[in-house]
């Protein structure tokens, strides 16, 4: 088994209610301003979250594993559309990650009876490391 890794570097200035920072990935795939008000209170500002990155990567992960586990089944999808939707609270004790909820939907599909479609999508689920990563936290 090959074992990867991937990167993300944050670079961050000012105090933690006052500064900001911009992650940037190792691959060159993205550069993301991030604000710690952002967390709080997303409006009018157009730098992602922790939580965010944290529910695009569940989304990514679960799509493409979902993806793989209808073609090993015999089946194709025009389209895999997955919402993540991380939700954190705040206490006294700091912001803690509570749950990701998946929703998806599979346009088009062929070679797969429709009704085995949540069957897939719970062994999908499983599968998923993002979802073995965060489940039980």
Known sequence: MATFARHVDLAWTGTLMDGKGT???GTGAFTLPVTFPS???PTGDTATTPEELLAASHAVCFGMVLTN?????GGTARCVRVTATVTADKGDAGIKVVSSHLAATVDGLEGIDASTLGELAEGAEKGCPISN?????
């Open 39 to 41: 967390r709080i209170d």
């Open 69 to 73: 586990t209808i073609a090993k089944k």
């Open 23 to 25: 992650a940037a990935a």
């Open 133 to 137: 990563a965060i489940r039980g936290n």
